[in-house]
């Protein structure tokens, strides 16, 4: 089945700099790449996605790139704020059932 | 939009007693619902996936029995969690897939369950 690593587990960036979380899947047929955010005691935010016929997607300061050859996907944050702090996971699908990361802890310190 | 809700956000119950946890898409009407189970800092497990009409599908190791699932309509599914002990108690969430999305799932803000 498929399976998706994700790094790093932890993330202490100031505020102002950029983050970068990276997953990689092993599905070849995985076709469908989410990112969602959860705050504490929240359930999961979709904040982006991407689809295995495009390469990059950006909105915002936020952004998702994606390499289907090397089976890579990552999250890219620019200009960091407070609010940003929280638990991002990665996902991926090809057919019915998202497969998650293993989720990142991001701390942006004002 | 895709605006998914739960009821209730806590609940307390007894070991023994049923607890019933519903999920509603509030905007758009959801051909699949899935209800995932979370632990203290870790990752979304999915439990069952549910299609509106028809029998839920349970993920190896879960109990059917236990954890039953019901999707009366294109809006609503429901989880009860029937005879709950301690071990159940977890943060219960479930997410959403609407009618014209292949791929999109939303999810609901979670439901706290403690079974004392």
């Known amino acids: 089945g498929e399976n998706v690593e994700q790094h790093p587990s932890t993330l202490s960036v100031q505020e102002g700099d950029s983050a970068v979380i990276k997953c990689t899947y092993s599905?070849?047929?995985?076709?469908?790449f989410p990112w969602y955010k959860q705050e504490l005691g929240k359930g999961p935010q979709l904040i982006i996605d991407i689809r295995s016929n495009v390469g990059e997607k950006k909105d915002q300061r936020i952004a998702v790139t994606l390499n289907k050859t090397a089976k890579h996907f990552s999250l890219h944050i620019t200009e960091t704020q407070p609010e940003d702090s929280a638990v991002y996971f990665c996902?991926?699908?090809?057919?019915?059932?998202?497969?998650f990361g293993t989720g990142t802890r991001l701390l942006v310190s004002p | 939009g895709a605006v998914v809700s739960q009821h209730p956000s806590r609940v307390i119950c007894k070991s023994g007693t049923s607890v019933k946890i519903e999920c509603r898409s509030l905007d758009f009407q959801a051909t699949t619902m899935f209800w995932y189970r979370q632990f203290p800092k870790q990752s979304l497990m999915l439990m069952a996936t549910s299609n509106e009409g028809s029998k839920a599908t349970y993920e190896q190791g879960v109990e059917k029995d236990k954890f039953l699932i019901n999707h009366a309509s294109l809006t609503l599914s429901t989880l009860t969690v029937t005879s709950a002990h301690p071990e159940d108690s977890s943060f219960y969430i479930c997410s959403a897939r609407p009618l014209d999305g292949p791929y999109e799932q939303y999810f609901g803000p979670g439901t706290r369950l403690t079974v004392t």
């Open positions: 599905d070849s047929a995985s076709n469908y």
């Open positions: 996902a991926s699908t090809g057919f019915q059932k998202l497969v």
